[in-house]
């Protein structure tokens, strides 16, 4: 049984830079794909930003929506089956539920598609 447990949110000022960490236990597998997703107050849960971790590549991949690129980076400690997003320049249009998921088999930008999800840290961005 896998479980994703996030931890990393809060209240921050514009600016600043926060990270997220998204723990799996029960992962098994040597692929992995990983994924954030926010989602604001009435609005529908969007991705930010998927990677792509196997043991037969020396990097993973990675990709961003446009609105995080340059600013927010997502990695993967496959040692200790984690995923992270390190977040820079918030501004308030970030503030939302972020939500951290996982499949061995397939990541995409549809949240449909995930197998598993962590149980979502709130990210408040104020002036």
């Known amino acids: 049984q896998v479980q994703l447990v996030e931890s990393g949110g809060g209240s921050v000022h514009v600016g600043g830079s926060p990270r997220l960490s998204c723990a799996a236990s029960?992962?098994?597998?040597?692929?992995?794909?990983g994924g954030w997703f926010r989602q604001a107050p009435g609005k529908k849960r969007e991705g930010v930003a998927l990677i792509f971790s196997d043991d037969r590549t020396a990097y993973d991949r990675t990709a961003y929506v446009s609105a995080v690129k340059g600013r927010f980076t997502i990695s993967y400690d496959s040692a200790k089956n984690t995923l992270y997003l390190q977040m820079n320049s918030l501004n308030p249009e970030d503030t939302a539920m972020y939500y951290c998921?996982?499949?061995?088999?397939?990541?995409?930008?549809?949240?449909?598609?995930?197998?598993?999800w962590g149980q979502g840290t709130q990210v408040t961005v104020s002036s």
């Open positions: 998921a996982a499949d061995p088999f397939v990541g995409s930008w549809e949240p449909l598609s995930w197998d598993y």
């Open positions: 029960g992962w098994t597998s040597s692929d992995y794909y």
